[in-house]
Nanobody
């Protein structure tokens, strides 16, 4: 049983900053990938930033140069520093992890944390 818990969302004015945090708990032997997705109102969930297999990072073009993903030493935590926020960043942000289980990789999602950026 693996759980992800996000924190750090809130309301911020355009140009401001927020820092999101996610912690994975439960029986975890390894995590193949971990990162952040978001779902703006009325739109599909999309990748924001993630650590992928091989510890590479992947950022959405829309956040490059503004957002930075980081991982704790134990590699069961991940943070997202969001700077120069724009109204179009408004979304529910979800932590995601890919965990190996017998026969497959399991996608695990947090409950989400709301980020609202006002103009």
């Amino acid at each position: 049983q693996v759980q992800l818990v996000e924190s750090g969302g809130g309301l911020v004015q355009a140009g401001g900053s927020l820092r999101l945090a996610c912690r994975a708990s439960g029986t975890i032997f390894s995590i193949n990938a971990m990162g952040w997705y978001r779902q703006p109102p009325g739109r599909q969930r999309e990748l924001v930033a993630a650590f992928t297999r091989g510890d590479n990072t992947n950022y959405a073009d829309s956040v490059k140069g503004r957002f930075t993903i980081s991982r704790g030493n134990a590699k069961n935590t991940v943070s997202l520093q969001m700077n120069s926020l724009k109204p179009e960043d408004t979304a529910v942000y979800y932590c995601n992890a890919v965990v190996p289980v017998p026969g497959r990789d399991l996608e695990v999602w947090g409950q989400g944390t709301l980020v609202t950026v006002s103009s």
